[in-house]
């Protein structure tokens, strides 16, 4: 056995035992001195072995020992804070990441709260403040002799990005400021500023480092959405140290290029935001995107086309980054067919957010910006094909940003694709955002890279919002007075305008959510009342869509107000909510009926909802109901006059056949009526079964069988009603069978109107149904049946004299 070794270990194991044992101040003071000779911070320091045997098998032993004896009593063994200052100074000056890692297992394990929980805490305060972390990434970035430790690693790692986290769950409201989130990270940013410096010195001097771990720090706190702090410190910095220097250029690429690949959209994002300009993004990434895979999808797929939360300067130094050298073009000129091919799409159009539509583009006006001709001439016939197509479909939507949209950017990338043709120019309205994304087409000299200065846009904005008009290369007007005579209208007849409407400058929705979207939150009173008149063709038209919002549309109609005057608004609500219900009867349905006992609703609103219900089972029980309701819808947008006419040809050939043909025997003329299925059999328990479930329950603003006895009629005849429409069906037994109950329970009330509302159609086959309940109560073999059939003649017998003289009259 190694003497020196031996010697090491019996010092260190005598120093454990006189701690653990020993309460005398100078001489716990003494022994700890002895002891800092093998961190070779003292006069007579030990052998250079005995120094590493020590920092790598007994130091963290050692640690461990002094925190176990923190303690108010132990540290007043010597006045003046002496000891504690001593007892510090192992974890101040000794190796950094051992220290760190018995700090955190140390507050980490202690019990909360306690007096050594917050010495420890006030400890590692210190150690922060004392740039010790910087100590601890160094250590992993400097060339190891022997084999890398990935557990150690991946220890430090967890614990120096976790930190705030940590500390935060074991101190909650005795928290330090230093462990704050937004206090520790940029204090981390600084000290990977340091270890950088570190590297590039020992580069210079001719040493190996490696910037690994410090890669992994960054990509873990920007994964844990801490790229605002760590990168509001670096990028600066390194902003300036890169000006002019290879060497810090090729280290920052090492950096970006070493962070894992889980966390490198997070540190590329935050990059593109950090960053002033294109050229300082290609000095902190090089050629990245041209090397990983991951980074060339993050930054010409992911950030472009998966995500529209990137600003427009960060849009310039994306596209300006892969235009700054002659690699990464290549991939700016597939961004641009990419971009364009997805402006294009006519889905896209329809589904995308309007925000991500401006996103896109801003992005292809950037890219026209930064491309040559050179570049975009060996691309143009797809280029062109996919812009026309976009500007077509843009130029057909009813929205008009999204058709300005499509006018700014086929301005530009007409001149821009081919110049050589006649330029296309457009008059549309002048907002903020247009003249933003014209700013974004003049093209800007740069410094450096080899952009090629290509052909200034000119751009013609018209005056007049509303005129929306294509010119391909057609003459200038000439100036105002020449040739003023041949403005004239003396010779043109006027136009017959006498069945011309109203001209409306708001267009209908054309989907169901633009008139849910312009129903709630349109201050616009015109779009409201034309999204009012077309939502019952727009439901019809669209059952799908409508199944999706039918009941939040059917709670936005329940409580719409007429916000203007509208011709006939009472009218437009009830059809557009009867269109609703029938189109997701079940779901409607039960909405309604629940809320018809609800609070906060006034005697009218629960009066149209029994109308409504009504109603929709009225149109759900009608025969062929499917091939009458799309009649009742509006025309689509767009729809030729002529597919109106169609059938007028038909009959009149039908009608010559019919007049020319000899028939011998004539049958029945009438075609039978074709057999269908009752759709209101599925649901009428929706409508009718709730409604009987708390008419006997009181209110504070609604007693049906108190004061609001007109509600109660209308109860009544809704539910006479809905019996009547679901006969023959499998649920017309239990429906019978509950009516009965319900008009019992109402058979002494004080008011007719419920018993007229029910019965005013019975008096004359009264007689009738006299007979029927009284066969039923002698034969039928359901005993229930037979007692429901009793109360009911006895309710007749009693109410005859009443509903007969009702019917006289």
Request: proline share 6%.
């Amino acid at each position: 056995m190694d003497p020196e070794v031996s010697a090491t270990r019996l010092t260190v194991q005598d120093a454990v035992h006189m701690l653990s044992s020993s309460e005398d101040g100078d001489c716990i003071f003494s022994t700890l001195g002895s002891l800092k000779r093998y961190l070779g911070e003292t006069e007579n320091p030990a052998l250079p072995e005995e120094q590493e045997e020590f920092v790598r098998i007994h130091f963290s032993t050692f640690l461990r020992c002094l925190v176990g004896k923190l303690s108010p009593d132990w540290l007043e063994l010597l006045p003046d804070g002496q000891l504690e200052e001593l007892w510090a100074s192992f974890f101040l000056e000794g190796p950094a990441d051992q220290a760190f890692l018995v700090l955190m297992e140390s507050i980490e394990g202690a019990a909360s709260p306690s007096f050594r929980l917050m010495k420890m805490a006030q400890l590692l305060a210190r150690f922060l403040s004392a740039g010790r972390m910087a100590a601890v990434m160094e250590g992993q970035c400097r060339q190891q002799r022997g084999p890398a430790f990935p557990l150690l690693q991946e220890t430090l790692l967890t614990k120096v990005v976790g930190l705030p986290d940590r500390l935060g769950n074991r101190l909650q409201q005795e928290n330090l400021a230093a462990f704050f989130p937004q206090n520790y990270f940029p204090l981390l940013g600084e000290e990977v500023l340091r270890v950088l410096q570190v590297v590039v010195d020992s580069l210079r001097g001719g040493l190996d480092c490696s910037v690994s771990f410090l890669s992994q720090v960054l990509g873990k706190a920007c994964v844990h959405g801490r790229q605002k702090e760590v990168l509001g410190v670096l990028v600066p910095r390194l902003t300036a140290l890169t000006q002019g220097n290879c060497l810090w250029q090729r280290v920052c690429w090492r950096l970006v290029e070493h962070v894992p690949d889980r966390a490198l959209e997070a540190v590329l994002k935050g990059l593109v935001e950090a960053t002033p300009g294109p050229d300082v993004l290609s000095r902190l990434l090089g050629n990245l995107v041209t090397k990983s895979k991951k980074a060339q999808f993050v930054m010409t797929r992911k950030l472009l086309f998966l995500q529209y939360s990137c600003t427009t300067p960060m849009l310039q130094s994306l596209l300006g980054y892969l235009a700054m050298d002659s690699q990464r073009r290549p991939l700016l000129v597939q961004v641009l067919k990419e971009l364009l091919e997805v402006w294009g799409s006519s889905s896209a159009i329809r589904h995308a957010p309007l925000v991500q539509q401006c996103y896109i583009s801003k992005a292809v006006l950037v890219c026209l910006v930064h491309l040559g001709e050179a570049e975009l001439r060996g691309s143009r016939d797809e280029l062109l094909a996919s812009l026309m197509e976009g500007v077509k479909s843009r130029l057909d939507s009813s929205l008009p940003a999204v058709r300005r949209l499509g006018m700014i950017v086929a301005e530009v990338a007409s001149a821009r694709i081919h110049p050589e043709g006649p330029p296309l120019k457009f008059q549309y309205e002048e907002d903020e955002l247009t003249r933003e994304m014209l700013a974004l087409a003049t093209p800007r000299p740069t410094a450096d890279g080899p952009s090629e200065a290509g052909p200034s846009v000119a751009v013609v904005s018209g005056e007049t919002p509303d005129r929306e008009t294509v010119d391909g290369s057609g003459p200038q007007a000439g100036p105002e007075g020449i040739d003023s005579e041949l403005d004239s209208d003396d010779e043109f007849v006027p136009y017959d305008m006498s069945g011309d409407g109203e001209w409306r400058s708001s267009k209908a929705p054309a989907y169901v959510r633009d008139c849910v979207e312009a129903l709630t939150t349109s201050e616009d009173w015109e779009r409201w009342e034309a999204a009012l008149r077309a939502l019952e063709g727009l439901v019809f038209r669209s059952p799908a869509a409508t199944r999706e919002v039918s009941v939040e549309l059917a709670k936005v109609l329940l409580h719409l107000e007429e916000k203007t005057a509208v011709t006939g608004f009472e009218g437009l609500r009830q059809r557009a909510l009867v269109a609703v219900t029938v189109t997701d009867p079940a779901r409607v349905a039960e909405y309604l009926t629940t809320q018809f006992y609800a609070l906060n609703y006034s005697l009218r609103q629960r009066m149209d909802i029994l109308d409504v219900l009504t109603l929709a089972a009225q149109e759900l029980s009608r025969p062929k109901r499917l091939g009458k309701a799309p009649q009742r819808a509006s025309p689509e947008p767009g729809s030729q006059p002529c597919g109106v006419m169609a059938p007028a040809w038909r009959a009149v050939v039908e009608e010559r056949i019919r007049r020319q043909t000899r028939r011998f025997s004539k049958g029945s003329v009438g075609q039978a009526p074709a057999a269908s299925t009752n759709e209101f059999n599925s649901v009428a328990g929706y409508f009718f079964f709730p409604l009987l479930q708390h008419f006997d329950r009181p209110l504070v603003t609604f007693d049906l069988l108190g004061d609001d006895q007109l509600v109660l009629g209308r109860l009544a005849h809704t539910l006479g009603a809905l019996m009547y429409l679901a006969v023959n069906t499998t649920v017309a037994m239990p429906m019978g069978k509950a009516l009965l109950e319900f008009v019992w329970a109402l058979r002494f009330h004080g008011d007719t109107v419920p018993a007229e509302r029910l019965l005013a159609d019975l008096p004359d086959e009264l007689l009738e149904a006299r007979s029927w309940l009284a066969d039923v109560t002698e034969k039928d073999p359901d005993e229930d049946c037979r007692l429901l059939a009793v109360k009911a003649l006895l309710l007749l017998e009693k109410l005859r004299d009443k509903l007969l003289p009702l019917a006289s009259p």
